[in-house]
T-cell receptor, first 112, second 117 residues
Framework: QKEVEQNSGPLSVPEGAIASLNCTYS??????FFWYRQYSGKSPELIMS????GDKEDGRFTAQLNKASQYVSLLIRDSQPSDSATYLC????????????FGDGTTLTVKP | DGGITQSPKYLFRKEGQNVTLSCEQN?????MYWYRQDPGQGLRLIYY?????DFQKGDIAEGYSVSREKKESFPLTVTSAQKNPTAFYLC????WGRGTGGSTEAFFGQGTRLTVV
């Protein structure tokens, strides 16, 4: 079993719809959770970080964390074609403040 | 501008040859990391360094070597022992790497694409 698992893709949504990306992790003591966006051939860029249970909103993006269920999600509202990319979930396990474990990513395509 | 610079952007390696990928940061970050990414997959940790003159193996260190002689620099050597080195290599840094507090996201360089010819 992988330490960080993401829902298998690819995911395709129409423009203007809500895209939902999911991630589960194995270490109950994990402290920090990140969502990165990676365009094809480029390096990952941080779009959201979340550290405590609940929702965190930033513009069209909402991260949701449920530590009891070991689950973190990313919602993208009003999806745009420019949101088409691979989204990587990353988790920092306890005792490793800087070292992230990444999921395999979910590729999102937003169709005009 | 502060950031992480990787070079070269593209690198071609012949069979049996060692090659070195450069990573330099001017963010004054303590910790630096090397990840490998294969098509359709996430990032896998090769080596990381939390402090100068110290580094640790990651999940896939075999066939790779690193050094951390300066805080700003963390070069990765892909040796001939790495039998399948074709991949996208990403260098990253974080302000700190030890302990459980102050966790932070990683800052990435633009990557080096290595191809065996």
């Amino acid at each position: 079993q992988k330490e960080v698992e993401q829902n298998s893709g690819p995911l395709s949504v129409p423009e203007g719809a809500i895209a939902s990306l999911n991630c589960t992790y194995s270490d109950r003591g994990s402290q920090s959770f990140f969502w990165y966006r990676q365009y094809s051939g480029k390096s990952p860029e941080l779009i959201m970080s979340i550290y405590s249970n609940g929702d965190k909103e930033d513009g069209r993006f909402t991260a949701q964390l449920n530590k009891a269920s070991q689950y973190v999600s990313l919602l993208i509202r009003d999806s745009q074609p420019s949101d088409s990319a691979t989204y990587l979930c990353a988790v920092n396990f306890r005792g490793n403040a800087g070292k992230s474990t990444f999921g395999d990513g979910t590729t999102l395509t937003v169709k005009p | 501008d502060g950031g992480i610079t990787q070079s070269p952007k593209y690198l071609f390696r012949k069979e049996g040859q060692n090659v070195t990928l450069s990573c330099e940061q001017n963010l004054n970050h303590d910790a630096m990391y090397w990840y490998r990414q294969d098509p359709g997959q996430g990032l896998r940790l090769i080596y990381y360094s939390q402090i100068v003159n110290d580094f640790q193996k990651g999940d896939i260190a075999e066939g790779y070597s690193v050094s951390r002689e300066k805080k700003e620099s963390f070069p990765l050597t892909v040796t001939s022992a790495q039998k399948n080195p074709t991949a996208f290599y990403l260098c990253a840094s974080t302000p700190w790497g030890r302990g459980t507090g102050g966790s932070t996201e990683a800052f990435f360089g633009q990557g080096t694409r290595l191809t065996v010819v």
